[in-house]
T-cell receptor, first 111, second 115 residues
Framework: GENVEQHPSTLSVQEGDSAVIKCTYS??????FPWYKQELGKGPQLIID?????GEKKDQRIAVTLNKTAKHFSLHITETQPEDSAVYFC??????????FGRGTSLIVHP | NAGVTQTPKFRVLKTGQSMTLLCAQD?????MYWYRQDPGMGLRLIHY???????AKGEVPDGYNVSRLKKQNFLLGLESAAPSQTSVYFC??????????????FGPGTRLTVL
């Protein structure tokens, strides 16, 4: 089955800095890669996603890149703000429509 | 449009007691999922359903049962609760298979403590 590794488990940055979270996957059949943000006491919420036919996608301060050959994808957050502090999860999904999640990254943005 | 709702939000059980967690979605999604979230372990899939009347085991199904009698509802049951089932439980639903809306929508979670 699919295996998704996510790094780092904790990331601490100063407000205004950039943050990068990386994930690798094992199943070459995976073709959809969402990223979720989970705020304290809430359920995860989709913030951006990318499909295997695209190498990069951007939405304001958030971007995701995908390298199919190397089987890794990354979340980039620029100009971080305190409200970006949360746990971020990556996931990989193929034809079974059952996502495999990474273990999460706790992002802390210091004012 | 309430999205995905979960009942109850909190519950404390004694070892051996039983309970049912209810998940409801009003988005006409085919797929529904139950996850548990433990510190450092991410989201682990317990059971899932690909449509009304269907259920399937996920990564950690032992000690849990599920039912999907109606498309909008997905129930998670604990027949004899154990302290190892202390966790936060999340329900999710999705349209997977319809390319423009391939995402999971999560409920707010149920925090369960088993003493």
């Amino acid at each position: 089955g699919e295996n998704v590794e996510q790094h780092p488990s904790t990331l601490s940055v100063q407000e205004g800095d950039s943050a990068v979270i990386k994930c690798t996957y094992s199943d070459s059949a995976s073709n959809y890669f969402p990223w979720y943000k989970q705020e304290l006491g809430k359920g995860p919420q989709l913030i951006i996603d990318i499909r295997s036919n695209v190498g990069e996608k951007k939405d304001q301060r958030i971007a995701v890149t995908l390298n199919k050959t190397a089987k890794h994808f990354s979340l980039h957050i620029t100009e971080t703000q305190p409200e970006d502090s949360a746990v971020y999860f990556c996931a990989a999904l193929g034809g079974s429509y059952i996502p495999t999640f990474g273990r999460g990254t706790s992002l802390i943005v210091h004012p | 449009n309430a999205g995905v709702t979960q009942t109850p939000k909190f519950r404390v059980l004694k070892t051996g007691q039983s309970m049912t967690l209810l998940c409801a979605q009003d988005m006409n999604h085919e797929y529904m999922y139950w996850y548990r979230q433990d510190p450092g372990m991410g989201l682990r899939l317990i059971h899932y359903s690909v449509g009304e009347g269907t259920t399937a085991k996920g990564e950690v199904p032992d000690g849990y049962n599920v039912s999907r009698l109606k498309k909008q509802n997905f129930l998670l049951g604990l027949e004899s609760a154990a302290p190892s089932q202390t966790s936060v439980y999340f329900c999710a639903s999705s349209y997977f298979g319809r390319s423009s809306t391939d995402t999971q929508y999560f409920g707010p979670g149920t925090r369960l403590t088993v003493l």
